[in-house]
């Protein structure tokens, strides 16, 4: 959605006089993204944060994410404490099945080797891989298997 320009986006205010260059920058793009509610399909949010996830991210839509990812760090941290207090629901537990079972099969393809000491053109490769039906029949699975260990899990990080 391209918003339409008026004559405030083309002169230049400091929103902080007497602070320096960047602090004014950033004063400036908080006011105007927080001004635009973006929707998506399923809420409203920023759109470089819920995107397809079937789709590969660019390494400029990866840089996008995190830039995104930092600017909410303090809202994803409260989020993640108030997830932590409660029993997670069956949808959530679902979801780390399917994750345990999708990082399993991942550690069988990448043989040993340490995550981080692939190349993103390897992960690509290997998570493109994974999005095979035969590899997707394989993850729901085991998936489906894994919701009881992961259940149990839960319950023993809510009693501890």
Not at 36 to 44: E, F, H, P, T
Not at 61 to 85: D, F, T, V
Not at 102 to 122: C, E, H, M, V
Request: charge should be positive; proline fraction near 3%; glycine fraction near 2%.
């Amino acid at each position: 959605m391209a918003e339409k320009l008026s004559f405030k986006h083309f002169y230049t205010v400091e929103y902080r006089p007497g602070e320096d260059e960047q602090t004014n920058y950033r004063a400036y793009r908080r006011r105007r993204t927080e001004s635009v509610d973006w929707v998506c399909g399923k809420c409203s949010c920023d759109p470089c944060v819920c995107e397809n996830v079937d789709e590969a991210l660019s390494v400029a839509s990866r840089l996008q994410k995190a830039r995104s990812l930092r600017k909410n760090k303090a809202k994803i941290a409260l989020g993640r404490a108030r997830a932590a207090r409660r029993f997670a629901s069956n949808d959530v537990l679902k979801k780390r099945a399917r994750k345990a079972a999708y990082n399993t099969f991942y550690k069988k393809l990448i043989k040993g080797i340490p995550k981080a000491d692939l190349s993103p053109q390897r992960k690509a490769e290997i998570e493109k891989r994974l999005q095979k039906p035969a590899f997707k029949t394989r993850i729901d699975r085991m998936s489906k298997k894994l919701v009881k260990d992961v259940r149990k899990k839960e319950m023993a990080r809510k009693r501890a």
